[in-house]
C-alpha cells in the first residue's frame, strides 16, 4: 500500500528506554511490571506485541510516555539525512529563476509529467532522477496555470490545471518519501485547487487519495483517522457521478486508504473486512491498472491483504497470503519495494535471518535509493546487524556500511 512505512517494533524502543534509563535488567523490569522475564524478552525480541496495559506498566517504569513506545521514530537514532532537493523546494516556494518567452502548451506539459511520473514509478535511482527535472517542471507548469487564468479559452485553461493537478500529485509522493511532510500537505492542497478549479470530479477524489497519503504518515492517531474520514467522504462524492473504470479505480483506491487507517490504529476486523466487501469489488470492475498512478487493482489489494497481517504481527499469515501474489506485473517499482519489505519484515517477525537478509539484498537491487530512505528497512538492518549469526555477519555488515548505519 501507497501508506507510511509501519511502526517500528515496539521491543526494540523498549530495551533502549530500559538501557538508557538505569540500565535495569529484564528480570527487573518484568518483575515490576508482573509479567514474566520470558514474555517480556519476547516483546523486546519483536515476537509479542503487549496489550495496552501491559504497554502502559512497562511504559510507567521505563519513566516514559507510552507514545514514546508507540512512535514512528527509532529512538536515538538519525533519520535518514537525505531530503528534497533543494531546488525543488525553492521552485515550490516560488524562488526559482524566471522564464522567457511565452509558456509551455498544456500538451507539451501533459507530456513531460508523465514521463516523470514514469521516470518515478519505474526507476531505480528515481529520487535523483525526478529531482533533475521538476524544478524547471514546476515552475513551467505554475507559469502556464498563471497565464490560462484569465485567458478566453476554458479549454486550455481545464487542461492545464489537470496537468497542474497530476504535478503536485507526484510531488505529494517525492515529498513524502524525502521526509518533508510540510511540503507533501502543501502541494496535496494545491492537488486538490488545482483539480476542483478544473471541475474534474475523478481528479478531484485522486487529490483527496494524495492527501489521505500525507496524513497516514504522521504519528498522531487523530490525523491517520483523518486521513479514513477524508477517503470516505471523497468517495461518496465520486459515486455520484456515472461509473466508469477510471472512477472505480480511483473509489477503490480511497477505500484502500481507509484500510490503511483501520490497520494502522490497529482495527484489524475492519480492515479485513473493508477490504474484503469494499476494495475487492472495486477491484475487480477496474481490473489492474494505474489510473492516476494509483496502481490499483486485484494485485494491489492482494497485497494491503498480506499488509495487515504484518501490521498484525501475524508473519504467518502474511507470508501465506503474499505467497499467493504475483507482483511481475506491477507497473511502480515503488509498490514492489514495499512489498519485498514487508515480505522481509514477516521474516523478521519469524527471525529467519537468512530470508531477511536475502530479500533486503534483493531490494538494494530493486531499489537502493529507497531502501536507504526507509525508516522501516533501517530498522531491520540494525536489527539484524545485533543479532545474526557469524555465517551472515560480514554480508549484514557491508550493508549496514553502505546503508551508513553503522
Not at 503474499?322 to 519489505?341: K, M, N, Y
Not at 531491520?380 to 549496514?400: D, G, M
Request: glycine share 6%; charged share 25%; with cysteine.
Amino acid at each position: 500500500m501507497t501508506s507510511a512505512p509501519p511502526s517500528l517494533p515496539i521491543g526494540r524502543r523498549i530495551k533502549h528506554y530500559r538501557r538508557q534509563n538505569g540500565n535495569r535488567s529484564v528480570a527487573v523490569i518484568a518483575g515490576l511490571c508482573g509479567i514474566t522475564e520470558r514474555y517480556l524478552h519476547l516483546i523486546e525480541a519483536g515476537q509479542k506485541i503487549p496489550s495496552t496495559e501491559v504497554l502502559t506498566r512497562i511504559a510507567n517504569e521505563l519513566g516514559v510516555p507510552a507514545a514514546a513506545l508507540l512512535a514512528e521514530d527509532p529512538p536515538g537514532e538519525s533519520a535518514p539525512t537525505q531530503s528534497v532537493a533543494p531546488a525543488v523546494a525553492r521552485a515550490l516556494m516560488g524562488h526559482a529563476p524566471a522564464r522567457a518567452g511565452d509558456p509551455a502548451s498544456p500538451a507539451q506539459l501533459r507530456e513531460r509529467v508523465e514521463q516523470t511520473w514514469h521516470v518515478w514509478q519505474d526507476c531505480k535511482e528515481r529520487f535523483t532522477e525526478v529531482a533533475r527535472v521538476l524544478p524547471s517542471l514546476i515552475v513551467d507548469v505554475e507559469r502556464a496555470v498563471r497565464a490560462h487564468r484569465h485567458a478566453n479559452d476554458p479549454a486550455a485553461r481545464r487542461d492545464v490545471l489537470r496537468v497542474a493537478a497530476d504535478l503536485y500529485g507526484l510531488l505529494r509522493s517525492y515529498c513524502r518519501r524525502t521526509g518533508r511532510l510540510d511540503l507533501a500537505l502543501m502541494v496535496a492542497d494545491r492537488a486538490m485547487r488545482a483539480a476542483e478549479d478544473a471541475d474534474d470530479p475523478v481528479r478531484i477524489a485522486a487529490a483527496a487519495w494524495n492527501l489521505g497519503h500525507v496524513l497516514l504518515s504522521h504519528n498522531e492517531p487523530s490525523a491517520v483517522e483523518e486521513a479514513k474520514d477524508i477517503a470516505l467522504v471523497a468517495v461518496e462524492q465520486l459515486r455520484r457521478t456515472p461509473e466508469t473504470q477510471e472512477s472505480c479505480a480511483v473509489q477503490g483506491a480511497l477505500e484502500l486508504v481507509a484500510v490503511v487507517s483501520d490497520a494502522r490504529r490497529r482495527n484489524w476486523w475492519e480492515a479485513r473486512q473493508r477490504l474484503e466487501q469494499r476494495a475487492a469489488p472495486l477491484a475487480r470492475r477496474a481490473g489492474e491498472g494505474n489510473v492516476h498512478w494509483t496502481v490499483f487493482g486485484p494485485t494491489n489489494v492482494r497485497l494491503h491483504a498480506m499488509s495487515i497481517e504484518m501490521l498484525a504481527g501475524e508473519a504467518s499469515e502474511g507470508l501465506r497470503v503474499a505467497d499467493q501474489v504475483d507482483i511481475t506485473g506491477l507497473p511502480s517499482r515503488e509498490r514492489q519495494f514495499t512489498f519485498g519489505l514487508e515480505v522481509a519484515r514477516c521474516h523478521d517477525l519469524r527471525r529467519e535471518d537468512a530470508a531477511v537478509l536475502v530479500h533486503l539484498l534483493g531490494l538494494e537491487d530493486l531499489a537502493p535509493e529507497d531502501l536507504a530512505r526507509s525508516p522501516l528497512a533501517r530498522d531491520i538492518v540494525l536489527s539484524l546487524h545485533e543479532r545474526v549469526r557469524p555465517t551472515f555477519r560480514p554480508h549484514v555488515t557491508a550493508l549496514a556500511e553502505r546503508l551508513q548505519l553503522i
